[in-house]
């Protein structure tokens, strides 16, 4: 049975930039062949963040732990944590998708400059946090790009308004 009439949404979503982060990182822990896929740890070894509504740096000690598929995607999911300028604590996890051609994750895997057009690169943040000047974070949706360079990630982060 089809519907009567479709009722187009009068709001479109749009994006308002949250913040970019500069996350450096370390060498690859390469855990082997798993039933999922090629399992690989990424530490995040600390870095920054700066945007309109908030700014700070990202501490050491989260990590992304992906899975290279089949395919050759990577699935991706960090765990990392936040502080802003004014000492604010925001918990972060971040999961999304990395893919291109062969040629061009072989190049990411080994390390090397690859132009952010050549591949696709988007994650979902969520953030968590008790600061009470912050808990706007726990009512909105986030999208990200990503830049893959040989020590460091650049992560845009987006509202979706």
Do not use: C
Request: aromatic share 8%; glycine share 10%; net charge positive.
């Amino acid at each position: 049975m089809a519907p009567k009439e479709l009722r187009k949404v009068s709001i479109e979503p749009s994006l308002q930039l949250l913040y970019t982060s500069s996350v450096q990182v370390g060498p690859p822990l390469v855990v082997g062949s798993t039933p999922y896929g090629e399992r690989r740890i990424i530490p995040i070894k600390g870095g920054a963040f700066e945007g309109p509504r908030l700014s700070g740096k990202i501490l050491p000690g989260g990590a992304d732990w992906q899975v290279i598929r089949t395919d050759g995607a990577a699935e991706l999911e960090a765990r990392y944590t936040l502080e802003t300028d004014d000492g604010a604590l925001i918990y972060v996890l971040n999961q999304g998708i990395r893919s291109g051609s062969k040629e061009v994750m072989g190049r990411l895997a080994r390390g090397e400059k690859v132009h952010p057009s050549e591949y696709y690169f988007r994650t979902r943040p969520v953030f968590e946090t008790g600061a009470p000047k912050y808990q706007w974070l726990h009512r909105i949706v986030t999208v990200a790009t990503g830049e893959r360079l040989p020590d460091q990630v650049i992560i845009t982060v987006y509202e979706v308004t």
